[in-house]
């Protein structure tokens, strides 16, 4: 069957990787792209995708109801996938109300729109929502990895306002009958990763001989997930769930920031090492001058209310649905570290941009 697909924050990290995926394993399907391009939204991302006929960017807000809405009518949209959203903590804590309007006004405004173009019409249709394991709350070490019957406890500014719009779609389903489901997933990583989160941040410092911050004790866990196995369980939940279904996404990976920080500079050293030319293309960075990349680790001071450790069950969607993760960590971040080695043009157009005010308001 073919299917006609919004793709909300297709321009964003995770959002232009699905848009790659779906792309590569059905490219009969029409996608539309709906993205407004924030700071860490990027057209680079996915611009070569949009020279296929079958694939339009359009630069929009989620909150425009009516642009929302003729684009579902006049592209006869069935599946919206819907990832367009703030989604750093440490921004939310420094300004709450943009992720309010974002990921919760957008979400509903999203609702509003497919509950009008879809329900009034009998179209065979279906809302995937993208969610995150933050709205669990916070892990003790012994405890066991979040399942999908975990309650909400969401303890940051984004993770509430990534809660509120959960409860939001769950409502349309039960309230008005909107075909939906969600996943709730661990932290992704891979290419095309905006550098304000941990894995790309340390990536590039280390690349230019910059302090790798490593917040508190360094001892948080988080749970690692490919951006490729994310994506492809997407898009096996969109093809072949039932309605009304929620599904957490795992990589089955925990670290902490600390270990997995040494890991990262591990597999940099190594390439470095066996390679004279980027030691001639990145002089600053520690293998070039004979030193080690971990060097740079620099303990700073903890973000507030700081969740401890999140960890994820995925059995569920591996055993209802067939879901195998398929990239290991270590061949994951080694893949990660040289993505942004062949795509140094990608990542120096986003450091000259909103990113350098960032870092020098949040890092000082
Ligand atoms: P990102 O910040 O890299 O990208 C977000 C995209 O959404 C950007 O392209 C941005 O321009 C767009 N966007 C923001 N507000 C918009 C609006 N009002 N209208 C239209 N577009 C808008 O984020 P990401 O890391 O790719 O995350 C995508 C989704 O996955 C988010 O919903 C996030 O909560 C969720 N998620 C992310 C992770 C992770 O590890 N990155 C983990 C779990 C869940
Ligand atoms: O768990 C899923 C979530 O993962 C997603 O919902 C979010 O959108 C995504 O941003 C991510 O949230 P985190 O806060 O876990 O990711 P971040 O990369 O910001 O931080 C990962 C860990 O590293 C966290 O414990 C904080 C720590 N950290 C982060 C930064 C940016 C540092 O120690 N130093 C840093 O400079």
Known sequence: MQRRLLITGGAGFIGANF???????????????????????????????????????????????DLVDKLLREEQIDTIVHFAAESHVDRSIHGPAEFIQANVVGTQVLLDAARAAWLRTGIHHRFHHISTDEVYGSLGPEDPPFTETHPYDPRSPYAASKAASDHLVRAYGNTFGLDYT????????????????LIPLCILNVLEGRALPI????????DWLHVEDHCAA???????SPAGRTWNVGGGTERTNIALVQDLCAAVDALFDESRTLRERFPNCPASRGARAAELITYVKDRPGHDRRYAIDSRRLEQELGYVPRVALTEGLKRTVAWFLDNESWWRGVLSGEYKHWVQRHYG
Request: proline share 3%; aromatic share 12%.
């Open 234 to 240: 997407v898009r096996l939940i969109v093809e072949s």
């Open 19 to 65: 848009t790659h995926h779906w792309h590569r394993h059905r490219s009969q399907d029409r996608i539309v792209v709906l993205d407004a391009l924030t700071y860490a939204g990027n057209f680079a991302n996915i611009e070569a995708l949009c020279t296929t006929g079958n694939i339009r960017f359009v630069r929009g807000d989620i909150r425009e109801y």
């Open 182 to 197: 969600i996943s709730n997933c661990s932290n992704n990583y891979g290419p095309y990763q905006f550098p304000e989160k």
């Open 215 to 222: 917040y508190g004790d360094g001892l948080n866990v988080r």
